[in-house]
């Protein structure tokens, strides 16, 4: 009796001390949101931009999403919506002069990035200046720099510019050292996404496909830096081959910068452009505390009763709940309907970052879909990639809006059910036995080999699968199904490709999808508003903290955290998908 009373004070100890950190964290986060007032801009100021934290579709109420637990302070989440929305802010207001772009690493995906640096066009068309600096540049960073005005680099600096490179992670040779055989199952031969699991290298249909689409992702990144640089294709490829970037005489000798300059020096022309005496410090805001100033009169409407809901769909594709970094069936349909459902709402702009996943899922999501383009024009948004799945749950759309640097395609389905039989038997001393009603009651165990009959049934769904994949893109699309099979078989393209096959329908952004379901709904004034609604925040706060470990994990293992995550997503890959045939990095 005496040990169970301890026991019962130590977990009651234990639980009240969770409860106060819990408490006394809550407190600090909404201390830290809520001590933000409204501020003043001054005359003459400059837009300061770092973009040195992720950056996301849809910016964060979520308290946890960038939460800093070394020093237990608050880091708001970079939205690309914010963002997009601060840009255009800056470009109305009359006492914004500039924007000075601070540049080394920048976090986001080509076709993010793209969508920044066509608003920081807009920003300059307006007549106002951009300047950009930075002590490096890596190669995402200097693509989107060189929208600037004039474009410095410190004097030891360099520039990654050296092309686009996709390198794959193959898994065969550790999984056959484990005992581990990943039976996959696919369709199409351009479906390469077991290929990690049961080859040493590519196989030559994947070679061409990555080949062909970072091909087009590069030509699409040499002619925006071309129009902004006045220089032509050749010339950039003649730099990247022989990276005469590589320290700032070079850069400035190729013409890739305007100047060489120390952070102090920046300051000086800054002071010139905005015509300030050189005593006078010029008046620099950063984007974080720019959020909280008043809109300019020029963007101030009168409240409209017509809204156009923008439904944020980002992450893995699987069934249930989800949350605002995994795509979850029940989550995203309830959104997609309750806009569906809302009069007020004439337009949907469904905006989709994913690399697709469970096939059962995407076809839950796409039913809403289908049945809100029935009763409301539907614009389906592209951001990095909307590939596999996310293509699947894009395809009911009445409209398609990419990037030409997104990642789409990969109509294709997999299915993977591993053997870890020798695993168990082998490596751990492991064995099993069943005893089962049915031939096929134990059909996908991993304790054993597939069976041929087992195997001809999975082959079997896999194709069904397929078939209705192609089917929806046919009717969403209005292509017919053996063109559709021709496009599909598993492979990925380009948004530029995408466009030339008839898989989307125009290039742009988040803001260009807008505006083309204002235009389907023949709307003459409108409101923006965001969907799913979000979650309370106590119970935003309890959720998030599941996912703290993995956040320490990633800030611990820096750019080798993708190689352990692509590991442990080993786990979760069974049954039937539809997703990419791998995570693609493109350095």
Not at 31 to 39: E, M, W
Not at 271 to 280: A, V
Not at 448 to 458: D, K, Q, S, V
Request: some cysteine.
């Amino acid at each position: 009796m005496k040990q169970f009373f301890k026991f019962m004070f130590a977990s009651m100890v234990g639980f009240l001390l969770t409860f106060l950190v819990l408490l006394f964290i809550t407190f600090g986060i909404i201390a830290g949101l809520s001590s933000r007032d409204t501020v003043d801009i001054k005359e003459k100021s400059v837009l300061h931009l770092t973009l040195n934290t992720e950056i996301v579709d849809r910016g964060g109420a979520n308290p946890f999403e960038s939460f800093d637990f070394m020093s237990m302070s608050p880091r708001k989440a970079l939205g690309l919506n914010d963002l997009l929305r601060g840009i255009e802010k800056a470009r109305e207001d009359e006492k914004i002069e500039g924007i000075y772009l601070d540049l080394s690493i920048v976090p986001a995906g080509w076709s993010t990035l793209g969508e920044i640096r066509r608003a920081l066009e807009d920003f300059r068309s307006s007549g106002k200046f951009i300047i950009s600096y930075g002590e490096t540049y890596m190669q995402r960073a200097y693509y989107l720099g060189s929208v600037a005005d004039e474009v410095y680099l410190h004097p030891e600096g360099v520039i990654d510019f050296s092309g686009l490179n996709s390198e794959l992670v193959f898994l065969k040779n550790m999984l056959d050292k484990l005992g581990i055989d990943p039976q996959v199952i696919r369709q199409g031969e351009y479906k390469s996404a077991g290929e990690p699991f049961f080859r040493e290298d590519m196989s030559e249909e994947n070679r061409e496909q990555v080949l062909s689409y970072i091909s087009s992702i590069w030509n699409n990144i040499l002619a925006d830096i071309a129009g902004s640089r006045g220089m032509g294709i050749d010339h950039l490829n003649n730099i990247a081959d022989n990276l005469y970037t590589r320290n700032a005489g070079l850069a400035i000798e190729w013409d890739m910068i305007d100047g060489i300059a120390h952070r102090d020096e920046i300051y000086s022309v800054l002071r010139q452009r905005l015509g300030l005496e050189d005593d006078e410090e010029p008046e620099l805001v950063t984007f974080s505390k720019y959020e909280d100033a008043p809109l300019p009169e020029s963007m101030i409407k009168p409240r409209s009763r017509n809204k156009v809901a923008v439904v944020y769909a980002s992450g893995n594709i699987i069934s249930g709940e989800g949350s605002e970094r995994i795509i979850g069936s029940e989550r995203i349909s309830l959104a997609l309907r309750e806009a569906r459902k809302d009069e007020s709402v004439k337009a949907i702009v469904f905006r989709i970052n994913s690399p697709g996943g469970s096939a059962l899922a995407s076809d839950v999501i796409l039913r809403e879909v289908v049945l809100a383009a029935r009763e409301k024009p539907v614009v389906a948004s592209m951001g990095d990639v909307a590939a596999s799945g996310g293509y699947y749950i894009a395809c009911g759309a009445d409209w398609i809006v990419a990037n030409p640097s997104t990642i789409t395609g990969s109509i294709g389905v997999f299915g993977m059910i591993p053997n870890m039989q020798e695993f168990f038997n082998e490596k751990l001393g492991i064995t099993f036995d069943n005893v089962k009603t049915n031939e096929l009651a134990d059909i996908g165990s991993i304790s054993r080999p597939l069976t041929a009959a087992e195997r001809g049934i999975i082959e079997e769904s896999i194709e069904q699968v397929y078939d209705t994949f192609i089917r929806h893109v046919s009717e969403g699309r209005d292509i017919p199904v053996n063109i559709v099979d021709e496009i599909g078989r598993g492979r990925v393209w380009s948004g530029s490709e995408a466009r030339q096959n008839g898989l989307i329908d125009e290039f742009g952004g988040l803001e260009r999808a807008i505006e083309k379901a204002v235009e389907l709904a023949e709307l003459e004034d409108y409101r923006v508003v965001d969907y799913p609604e979000r979650k309370d925040f106590l119970t935003q706060l309890l959720e998030d903290f599941g996912g703290v470990q993995e956040r320490m994990v990633e800030r611990k293992l820096g750019p080798a955290y993708r190689y352990y995550k692509q590991m442990n997503d080993v786990r979760d890959m069974t049954g039937i998908l539809t997703r990419l045939p791998y995570d693609i990095y493109l350095d």
